[in-house]
């Protein structure tokens, strides 16, 4: 089954590393968060990728074009061209990945709908190329399953920016809730389509708003409600708690 990974967007709300690079290949750790999505699905089995690149998507071209010789030592004839001796082997050596040109200002649904001739008629995944979580691909497949739909969501409960406080009328605290999850539950990516789903899509469309309001509107469209580890990398500061969590050795998401 292919994965779809969403990894056009401009990111402008992490200006100071997205001036020059895409959002998907702010670094984790040396590595782009891009690759951790690929490693979390790798470690399901799942290593057959379909990159939707936007704006400055041509920074994702030259990064696959040229990973083995980033992830490998290698010998090289000088003066031979082509003549490249890869030693060893990177952990990566059996995916698939195509990198797929979907526009700078296309839309999410829209980049899902232009990449459908890699697709074809097969069930496939899909998430954003900017959150990495410890979802259970495996589990989420099975409740894809298990209820027969043409579309999968995963859903997660976000803490608050901010901690509660509960105070009595004359303003004694009575208890401090420090970053208290919030009423409702939101959309994460992590999806599992069916190709029927591409009949809902088209080159303008924005995945969130009428495809899947009109999913919900048929009954096609399920939550699968994750407990665990999400965490988007929307600006500076969320960079850097993966960072810290990624050197301290504590990454939820390190499932491989």
């Known amino acids: 089954m292919k994965t779809v990974l969403l990894a056009g967007g401009l990111g402008t709300r992490l200006r100071e590393e997205t001036e020059f690079k895409p959002k998907p290949m702010v670094a984790i750790g040396g590595k782009p968060i891009l690759w951790h999505i690929m490693k979390s699905y790798a470690a399901y089995g799942h290593e057959d990728f379909v990159v939707c690149t936007g704006y400055r998507g041509e920074i994702i071209k030259e990064y696959f074009l040229n990973y083995e010789a980033r992830n490998n030592d290698f010998t090289i004839t000088l003066g031979e061209s082509g003549k490249i001796h890869y030693h060893d082997a990177h952990g990566e050596s059996s995916w698939r990945v195509t990198v797929a040109d979907t526009g700078a200002a296309t839309m999410t649904g829209g980049r899902v709908k232009l990449v459908q001739k890699y697709i074809g008629n097969n069930r496939f995944m899909c998430t954003y190329g900017d959150g990495v979580s410890d979802v259970d691909v495996g589990r989420l497949i099975s409740f894809h399953d298990s209820h027969g739909k043409l579309a999968t969501m ?22 401090f809730r420090e970053k208290p999850r919030v009423e409702g539950l939101v959309n994460v990516g992590f999806f599992v389509f069916e190709p ?11 995945l969130e708003q009428d495809p899947f309001r009109q999913l919900a509107a048929d009954g096609q469209l399920r939550a699968y409600r994750h407990e665990g580890f999400w965490q988007p990398m929307d600006t500076f500061r969320e960079a850097t708690i993966l960072n810290d969590l990624w050197n301290a050795g504590e990454a939820p998401w390190k499932v491989w």
């Open 154 to 175: 995963t859903a997660v409960e976000m803490p608050s920016r901010f901690g509660v406080v509960e105070m009595d009328f004359d303003g004694t605290v009575t208890e």
């Open 196 to 206: 029927e789903v591409f009949d809902y899509l088209d080159s303008n469309s924005v």
